[in-house]
Each structure stands twice: as structure tokens, then as C-alpha cells.
T-cell receptor, first 113, second 114 residues
Framework: NAGVTQTPKFRVLKTGQSMTLLCAQDMNHEYMYWYRQDPGMGLRLIHYSVGEGTTAKGEVPDGYNVSRLKKQNFLLGLESAAPSQTSVYFC????????????FGPGTRLTVT | TQLLEQSPQFLSIQEGENLTVYCNSSSVFSSLQWYRQEPGEGPVLLVTVVTGGEVKKLKRLTFQFGDARKDSSLHITAAQPGDTGLYLCAGDNGYSDSWGKLQFGAGTQVVVTP
């Protein structure tokens, strides 16, 4: 099993450009999450999904959109990138919420200039 | 708002020494997890604690959940270079509208030198 994979691993964008980050999991998990990690801030939840076709806002959703058309995939979109979105983005999945283990992907390092 | 405060932010010790990392909050958590993250990788779960006062051991790592379920600690005995990493605590605030979603602390960077 590959677990949770993320594409791409690195990306540099200019302000105003758009891009989509792809997350895929092969563990048949219902729940998927997108986080951003910034120095001194820990992991902050951007959006999450409790099942195919559902999405919900997390702690820092502004400037991002998500879609979960297939159970195994969770896409994170930036419509108009801003320097404040420079960060490392992590996708995670879990079989349930709360005390269930979250399985993380290797991350995508995004720089917006 | 950072619900979980971790201390210290950075810890550098020699191989063989002991260390303790703390995770504190004013909120009550229904469960708390500890993750370790290595450079260039995502966090990996070490342990989940769910009962106030609970103590769990994982080889040289000892985890404790406070009686009031507001704090937790991670103690490493005889640290080894392989223990180097960013240690993150994460709580499920099961008593609010954030139920089911983890709140992460900022992390403690541990460096163990040979």
C-alpha cells in the first residue's frame, strides 16, 4: 500500500497564478484533511471531508477550495495565489474522527513569489 | 488561537540524557495524540491517550494524560539520535463545535547529538 500520496512535492507560483494539489489514499478512509504548516504555528486545518462528495471548512479556509469527487482523492485548489499562502501543505486521511489516527502524506512545499 | 501550548519550543541534548516535553491547554480534550515528524515527511502517530491520568509506554517513551484532560507530557529516557524530530501534540476538543477535528500544538523540536 502506498498510503497517502501528494502531488507535486514542490511548486513555485507567481502571485495571482492558480494551481491544484492532489492527494490520494489507498486505505479506503472516509475522512480526509488538508493542513498547512508554518514555522511556529503548527498544523492548521484548511478544509476537510467526511466522505465522497462532501467538504467542509476548517480553521483557515480563505483563499482555498476543495473537491472530493472520488473517495480516494481530495483536491486542494488555489485560485489566485498570494505570498501569504507560501507554506508546506499536508494531506491526511483517517477511518474516523477524533481519536482515530490520521495518516499523513509527505507534504507539498509551495512558494508564492 | 493556539489551543495547545507546547514547551519547550526547542530542546538539544546529548545521547543518553532524559527529556520531557509538555503540552498544555485551558480546554478539556476528549483525547490527545502525540505525533513525530522528521524533516521532509508528514507526522506519524506515536500514541493516543483518552482517559484522564492515563500513562502509556512505548519502549523508551512515556506518555501521560493529565487528570483533568487539559495537559499531557512526553518523557524520553536515554535519548538516542534516532529520537531527533519535531514532536507534535494534537487534541480532539470533543466538547465544542470542533468535535472530531484535531487541534495541533506548534511542536517541540528535539535534537539528540551523539
Amino acid at each position: 500500500n502506498a498510503g497517502v500520496t501528494q502531488t507535486p512535492k514542490f511548486r513555485v507560483l507567481k502571485t495571482g497564478q492558480s494551481m491544484t494539489l492532489l492527494c490520494a489514499q489507498d486505505m479506503n478512509h472516509e475522512y480526509m484533511y488538508w493542513y498547512r504548516q508554518d514555522p511556529g504555528m503548527g498544523l492548521r486545518l484548511i478544509h476537510y471531508s467526511v466522505g465522497e462528495g462532501t467538504t467542509a471548512k476548517g480553521e483557515v479556509p480563505d483563499g482555498y477550495n476543495v473537491s472530493r469527487l472520488k473517495k480516494q482523492n481530495f483536491l486542494l485548489g488555489l485560485e489566485s495565489a498570494a505570498p501569504s499562502q507560501t507554506s508546506v501543505y499536508f494531506c491526511a486521511s483517517s477511518p474516523g474522527q477524533g481519536f482515530y489516527e490520521q495518516y499523513f502524506g509527505p507534504g507539498t512545499r509551495l512558494t508564492v513569489t | 488561537t493556539q489551543l495547545l501550548e507546547q514547551s519547550p519550543q526547542f530542546l538539544s541534548i546529548q545521547e543518553g540524557e532524559n527529556l520531557t516535553v509538555y503540552c498544555n491547554s485551558s480546554s478539556v480534550f476528549s483525547s490527545l495524540q502525540w505525533y513525530r515528524q522528521e524533516p521532509g515527511e508528514g507526522p506519524v502517530l506515536l500514541v493516543t491517550v483518552v482517559t484522564g491520568g492515563e500513562v502509556k509506554k512505548l519502549k523508551r517513551l512515556t506518555f501521560q494524560f493529565g487528570d483533568a484532560r487539559k495537559d499531557s507530557s512526553l518523557h524520553i529516557t536515554a535519548a538516542q539520535p534516532g529520537d531527533t524530530g519535531l514532536y507534535l501534540c494534537a487534541g480532539d476538543n470533543g466538547y465544542s463545535d470542533s468535535w472530531g477535528k484535531l487541534q495541533f500544538g506548534a511542536g517541540t523540536q528535539v535534537v539528540v547529538t551523539p
